[in-house]
Nanobody, 121 residues
Framework: QVRLAESGGGLVQAGGSLRLSCAQS????????MGWFRQPPGKEREFVAA???????YYADSVKGRFIISRDNAKNTVYLQMNSLKPEDTAVYYC???????????????WGQGTQVTVSS
């Protein structure tokens, strides 16, 4: 069993920054990619970023150049540094783990409970 727990969401003004954290526990050795999805209000869930165990990273075009995904394997934690935030980044952000490559799949095998990020204009 894999457990994912996000933290770090909140309210920020446009142009500001937030860092999300995702602590992993349980049977994490099988996870191929760790990443983040988000679901804006009234919209479908969408892929944000992923990081492979070896460190290769992937980003959605909408966040490329503004968001940075990283991981600390010793702490079993994945981070999402969000800079230059825009009101359209407002969403519930979900930490996710996938046993197969995540980019393009638009889904995952393991999910956190979600954390709200609100960007005011």
């Amino acid at each position: 069993q894999v457990r994912l727990a996000e933290s770090g969401g909140g309210l920020v003004q446009a142009g500001g920054s937030l860092r999300l954290s995702c602590a992993q526990s349980g049977r994490t050795f099988s996870i191929y990619d760790m990443g983040w999805f988000r679901q804006p209000p009234g919209k479908e869930r969408e892929f944000v970023a992923a990081i492979r165990r070896g460190g290769t990273v992937y980003y959605a075009d909408s966040v490329k150049g503004r968001f940075i995904i990283s991981r600390d394997n010793a702490k079993n934690t994945v981070y999402l540094q969000m800079n230059s935030l825009k009101p359209e980044d407002t969403a519930v952000y979900y930490c996710a783990g996938s046993d197969v490559p995540m980019p393009g799949r638009n889904s995952a095998d393991y999910w956190g409970q979600g954390t709200q990020v609100t960007v005011s204009s």
